[in-house]
């Protein structure tokens, strides 16, 4: 059964930090992008940060850019994202997803681009 689990949320002031990790079972995702996406309360899931299957190429949304980093560690089959300067805007449910194929030099930024989905793990920034 393949699964992808993530682990690491939890509750931050703003401006502090939490790093969220993302461990895949039942397959090696050594040869697909992965990314991470977030659902906030009554918004549509969107795109967070992704990083290219060889770990070489990563590329962030804008409403992140400088504060959130994604790390993999294709030995141990995780995905990681850093993220600094939380503001309360960033509370949402957060996402790790594996990509249906490998897209070379660009990041998949789509949901559709993604075939495999962890089940999430809450992130709340409070003021």
């Known amino acids: 059964q393949v699964q992808l689990v993530e682990s690491g949320g939890g509750l931050v002031q703003a401006g502090g930090s939490l790093r969220l990790s993302c461990a895949a079972s039942?397959?090696?995702?050594?040869?697909?992008?992965m990314g991470w996406f977030r659902q906030a309360p009554g918004k549509e899931r969107e795109f967070v940060v992704g990083?290219?299957?060889?770990?070489?190429?990563?590329y962030a949304a804008d409403s992140v850019k400088g504060r959130f980093t994604i790390s993999r560690d294709k030995a141990k089959n995780t995905v990681n994202m850093q993220m600094n300067s939380l503001k309360p805007e960033d509370t949402a449910v957060y996402y790790c997803?594996?990509?249906?194929?490998?897209?070379?030099?660009?990041?998949?930024?789509?949901?559709?681009?993604?075939?495999?989905w962890g089940q999430g793990t809450q992130v709340t920034v409070s003021s």
């Open positions: 997803a594996a990509s249906t194929q490998r897209y070379g030099r660009r990041i998949p930024i789509r949901q559709d681009e993604y075939s495999y």
């Open positions: 039942g397959r090696t995702f050594s040869q697909n992008d």
């Open positions: 990083i290219s299957w060889s770990g070489g190429n990563t």
